[in-house]
Each structure stands twice: as C-alpha cells, then as structure tokens.
C-alpha cells in the first residue's frame, strides 16, 4: 500500500503549476521568507483536508480482506479510467485539481509578498484524484488513526518534496536553488504527461490486480 502512495505523491509532486509558483518564489529578493510561507500555507491546507477526511471516516472499520480489496479495485478503476482520459486527450496534460493559471498566474509575475506566497501555497496544492485515491488506500488499508496519519504525512512529504528541497538549498545557496528548479521546471513542462501516464497505469494495475487476487 505504502508503495502506491508514494507513486500517487511522487507524481503530485511535479504539478506543473506548484513547480512555475516555486521558481517565481526563488526570484524574488527575500526568497526564504516567501518559501517558508508558501511551504507552511501549503502544508496546512492539504494536512487540514486529509486530517477532516481522516476524522469523518474515522467510525468506518473495513474488518474483512473483502472490503479493502473492493477499495484497492475502485481506487484502481478511478487510476485507470483518469489515465485513459489523459491518453485519449479527454483530460489535458495537467493534474486535476490545478489551479486555474490566469489570476494566479498574475499574482507569480508581479513583486510578491509573504500573504500572496501564503494565498500561493494552497492555491496550487488543491488536492486532486490522485491525494483522493491515497486517501482512499490510507483509510481502507491502516486500522488506527496513528497508522492512517502516518501515512498522510509521508503522502504530503513527498508531495512537497520540491519546495522543501528547494528553501533547503536556498538557504545557502539561492542561485543553485533557481537552477534547480528551473530544471525541474523546464522536465516537467516536457514530460507532465508521460509522468501522468505512467503513475496512473501502473498504480491503478497494480491496485485492480492487487484487489482482485484478494476477492
């Protein structure tokens, strides 16, 4: 279980939209400041999100192998049929649940605070399919909510992964930073549907066949 997570965060974590926020965040001149609000405003919201799904399913016990393995198949179904709309070009090469561009978009190219990199942080970390199928996996599949909150904070670890990363190397390096992520950046803008593809199929194969095996 814990390994389609961190494939569902790992794809998360390259979100075009949170990538472009993050590199216009390294180019202004308190870039720390501006990361730490961004990456705390973040964290919040996407933590506060799992922790209400966590607690109002809380009651729900999935006791018998029947259940879980009926939550691995929808997860997997929902997998599945997301990757075919990115394939057949229903869906277009970005995440569900990206912010919309324009306005915020707006807000990145003009000279940033610390509230409009707070506003940033939530604004392109909505959560999407792929945070509601981990979700799914991480109730079904821990039976505390020690467990279960375990493995929401190892989801929004990975999923924040480049902003993380990115005020680390910052902090004593800036330029580096940029480079970093403009590398990232510049991969991501190339490859966001392959990466799309790739997630969405194999978690979504592995969890059908996973819960198949199991009915």
């Known amino acids: 279980m814990i390994v389609e997570i961190f494939a569902l965060a790992l794809a998360s974590t390259v979100r075009p939209t949170s990538v472009a926020a993050v590199y216009a965040l390294l180019s202004q001149d308190a870039p720390r400041r501006l990361m730490g609000a961004y990456i705390a405003a973040g964290l919040v919201f ?89 979700l799914n996996l991480i109730i079904a599949h821990n039976d505390t909510f020690t467990d279960k909150a375990v493995a929401l904070l190892i989801y929004n670890a990975v999923w924040f992964a480049v902003p993380i990363l990115a005020l680390v190397t910052c902090i004593t390096d800036p330029g580096a930073a940029r480079g970093l992520v403009r590398a990232v950046k510049q991969w991501t803008h190339d490859h966001a549907r392959e990466i799309l593809l790739v997630a969405s199929f194999s978690v979504g194969t592995a969890l059908i066949t996973r819960g198949a095996i199991a009915l």
């Open 46 to 134: 996407t933590l506060a999100f799992g922790a209400i799904v966590l607690a109002a399913t809380q009651g729900i016990h999935i006791q018998s192998g029947t259940d879980k393995a009926i939550a691995d198949v929808v997860g997997g179904a929902l997998a599945l049929v997301f990757g075919f709309g990115v394939l057949t070009g229903l869906i277009q090469g970005r995440h569900s649940g990206d912010a919309p561009g324009g306005r915020l978009q707006t807000a990145l190219d003009r000279r940033l605070t610390v509230r409009t990199a707070a506003l940033a942080g939530p604004a392109t970390h909505i959560p999407g399919l792929f945070y509601v199928i981990a």
